[in-house]
Each structure stands twice: as structure tokens, then as C-alpha cells.
């Protein structure tokens, strides 16, 4: 009897196909449609997938998503920022801030009812014959106000400051880090208002926020061992201007520059083997210590 001569191999995915082309992994025949490149041979697309589930996502230094790269965070923080703007000039329907402030056609200060709402306020008397305030229970103007700016220059200062420094940040700490960052570095410059600010003075923006960014940069470029000598002089301007402008919220913008380089520095030097642990706990000390000292504030005005 003579011997049936030897099948093709075909395709395990396309039985039609004949192919004598083999997946590295699992030695499955696979045609050109089905081959991935690997870096030996060729596999199969169920174990290129098999292969990603067990790969580790890529982190960066500092245990965040490389998402972080994009810059996702920074601009939509930029975006919701630009949008409160917007909404606090609708709110001033009839008033002098025609673009969200007062002098030249509303581009420098000036509030809005939106302002007014959002921003942070110890207690203040208010022309209804309403008294308003943190100290009456608004705790909410610890946030909002760092999305609120007193006219489109303030704005614009603010976002360029948020651009700059934010992209950077968030690719070398991730998403989820940076905005924790962005926000209690924000909740410190408010809460250092609060408490050192007169009771009926009201103050916003993202200036406490991006102090904080400023500190958070020169503590994490130090820790990567990357020159900062760039970074320091804008800092000092910045702080010069604080110091000597009059209408600037100095406990606001000093706060925010104390709590972000704080947190950075939780961030940067955490253990490496229980870094997510060690930086949660960092971090929600801080929001603990901040929310403690409004108690206080809070006791002394209505006490």
C-alpha cells in the first residue's frame, strides 16, 4: 500500500488558509491575516492578548499611569476653568462686567454673582440682609473658588501658570496623582485665606493651586536629579508680586505654594514598596489637618 502524502497546515482561525507559519507561543499554524509581530517569530492574536493581560501596566517614577504623558487632567482643568468663567460673566446680566470684571470693558477685577456664590468668604452681611460664609456652613467655597477668577486677565495668568507646570507634573506623577495634587495644593491656599484673611474679605482663583504646582515642581525635578535653576526665578517673580500687589490674596497664594510642596514631597519620597499606601495616607493627612484648622476658624467667627 502506498502511503497518503502529508496534509498543508491551515490556518487555525481561517481553515482555508494554508499557511506553514507557526505562533512561538503556542505553535498553532496561523496565515498572514492572523500574524502579530513579536519579538521572536510571530504569534497569534489569542496570546498577544494572554501576553498584555499579564504585562503590568507602565507607571511612572512615582507609581502613577503613564497616561499622565497626554495631559488629559491639565486640560480639563483649563476647560472647566475657561467654562466658570463663562457662566460668571452670564450671571452678571446688567452689570458692569461685561467680561467678567470691572475696567476695560471687564478684562481686570471685579465680581460677579457667581463670585460671590463660589468664593472664599469667612462671613459677610450681604445687601438682602443675608450673612453668608464658610464660617455658616459654605464649606463648598473651599473648592469652587479655585475654579473662579475675578476678570479674563486673572484667568488667563492663571491658565497659562496651570499649562505650563501642569503638563510636566502630570506626566511624571499620572492622572490620578497630579489632580490630588492640583486640588489639595488648591484646599491649603483656601484654607490658609480662611484663617488669615478678614472675615468679610473674599478671594478666588487657581493661584493657591498653581503655588502649589510651582513648589510640587522643584520638589520632584530634585528628586529626578534635574536642574531647577529655570524654574526658581519665575517662582521668586511670582512671589515678589504676591508680596507687593496690592488686592492679592498673600495667605492664599503662600498656603497653596506650603500644602502642594507638602504633598510633593510625600509624593516624590515615598517608600517604593508600599508607595500607593504610604502616599494615600500622606495625602489624606494633609486634608485632615486642613479641614481641622477650618473647625477652628470656624469656632473663633461664630463662636
Known amino acids: 500500500m502506498s502511503e497518503s502524502p502529508p496534509t498543508t497546515p491551515v490556518c487555525y482561525r481561517h481553515p482555508g488558509r494554508e499557511t506553514y507559519v507557526r505562533c512561538t507561543r503556542c505553535d498553532r499554524p496561523i496565515c498572514p491575516d492572523c500574524m502579530r509581530e513579536a519579538s521572536v517569530g510571530h504569534q497569534c492574536p489569542e496570546c498577544v492578548d494572554e501576553g498584555r493581560r499579564s504585562v503590568r501596566p507602565a507607571r511612572t517614577a512615582f507609581g502613577g499611569g503613564a497616561a499622565g504623558r497626554h495631559g488629559y487632567v491639565t486640560r480639563v482643568l483649563i476647560a472647566l476653568n475657561v467654562l466658570m468663567m463663562i457662566l460668571s460673566i452670564a450671571s452678571d446680566r446688567g452689570g458692569d462686567a461685561a467680561a467678567g470684571g470691572a475696567g476695560f470693558g471687564g478684562l481686570l477685577g ?86 488669615f484673611s478678614p472675615e468679610n474679605a473674599a478671594t478666588a482663583g487657581a493661584s493657591a493651586s498653581t503655588f502649589g504646582l510651582f513648589a510640587a515642581l522643584i520638589v520632584i525635578e530634585r528628586r529626578m536629579g534635574r536642574d531647577v535653576s529655570s524654574v526658581l526665578p519665575v517662582l521668586v517673580i511670582n512671589l515678589v508680586f504676591t508680596l507687593t500687589v496690592p488686592g492679592i490674596s498673600i495667605p492664599g497664594h503662600l498656603g497653596g505654594l506650603v500644602v502642594g510642596g507638602a504633598l510633593a514631597l510625600v509624593l516624590a519620597y515615598a517608600p517604593r514598596s508600599r508607595r500607593g499606601l504610604f502616599q494615600l495616607a500622606g495625602g489624606a493627612i494633609l486634608v485632615v489637618a486642613l479641614l481641622g484648622l477650618v473647625l477652628v476658624r470656624t469656632a473663633m467667627l461664630v463662636g
Open 110 to 195: 471685579g465680581s460677579t454673582p457667581l463670585t460671590d456664590w463660589g468664593s472664599v468668604l469667612g462671613q459677610a452681611l450681604f445687601p438682602d440682609g443675608s450673612v453668608h460664609g464658610i464660617a455658616h456652613g459654605e464649606w463648598y467655597r473651599l473648592i469652587t473658588a479655585l475654579f473662579l477668577h475675578y476678570g479674563v486677565v486673572h484667568l488667563l495668568l492663571n491658565m497659562w501658570a496651570l499649562w505650563v507646570l501642569g503638563r510636566s507634573l502630570e506626566a511624571n506623577l499620572g492622572p490620578l496623582r497630579f489632580l490630588a495634587l492640583y486640588l489639595i495644593a488648591g484646599l491649603g491656599g483656601n484654607v490658609a485665606a480662611y484663617l
